[in-house]
């Protein structure tokens, strides 16, 4: 399975009929099971790149497929994990993770099934029947994963999802994430405002300019993982990302 962007440009109009681009010719390919993260400075167009793949908006031009087919609309192949969550606070931790299934028509007992088995996988089991408003933040987010996992897409598009969490767990869940990304095999495109994550967790790292966002720069990150944060390759990787993004930024260093 390979995601392909090919110039994929946007362009908004706002209310007072002002035209801002807010992305230029950006084109990828994507590989089957990459762990890709997009970084870049604020309003550079990060989420409406994810929004766009995911088929929740529409591209100005440009074309975006998976092994040819061109996606012009959501596909069951790929799943959304926003920020917030997106829980339903009046179903509990199952019915949460079973919505999609059961959109889909399936029965019941196949539903409760898988749910049992994604909700082992992020560390869940025993929760079944808790509501979201007993659960942590970190929690909440697991049970998000657990959703977008049910429903077997082939890729997971994750817009910050961490972003809400405090720091401590916030790296727990990077190291979950990656627990979860080796068991499943899924290609996952994450993005990131944090350059220490997207080092922690990506194979590959699209770097794009401030508005309209294009691809400046793709830099791969070697090493086995989990990648130790003080090591001198991480370190050196992590001080070129900053030193670009500070740059798209218009921060003096």
Not at 211 to 226: F, K, L
Request: aromatic share 6%.
């Amino acid at each position: 399975m390979t995601l392909q962007l090919r110039d994929v440009s946007r362009t908004f109009t706002t209310e007072k009929g002002e035209m801002i681009e807010a992305l230029s010719r950006i084109s990828l390919d994507i590989r089957d099971q990459e762990f890709i993260c997009i970084l870049g400075p604020s309003g550079c167009g990060k989420t409406t790149i994810l929004r766009i793949i995911a088929g929740l908006e529409s591209a100005t031009s440009g074309t975006i497929s998976i092994d040819g087919t061109t996606i012009t609309r959501p596909s069951p192949q790929m799943a959304m994990i926003f920020q917030e969550y997106s829980l339903y606070p009046w179903r509990n931790v199952q019915e949460n993770v079973t919505l999609g299934l059961e959109l889909r028509g399936m029965k019941k007992t196949e539903r409760e099934e898988n749910a049992k088995k994604y909700l082992e996988l992020v560390g869940l089991k025993g929760f079944e029947n808790s509501f979201p408003y007993e659960l942590s933040g970190g929690m909440r987010q697991r049970v998000a994963v657990a959703r977008a996992l049910a429903i077997d897409p082939s890729i997971l598009l994750m817009d910050e999802p961490f972003g809400a969490l405090d720091a401590q767990t916030r790296n727990r869940m990077q190291h979950e994430l990656l627990h979860i990304w080796q068991k499943t095999k899924k290609t996952i495109l994450f993005v990131t405002h944090s350059v220490d994550e997207a080092v922690f967790l990506a194979d590959r790292i699209v770097v794009l300019t401030r508005r309209p966002g294009s691809v400046r720069e793709i830099v791969t990150v070697p090493g086995e993982r989990p990648r130790e944060r003080t090591g001198e390759e991480f370190v050196q990787i992590r001080r070129h990302l900053l030193d670009m993004i500070n740059e798209e930024s218009g921060v003096v260093q």
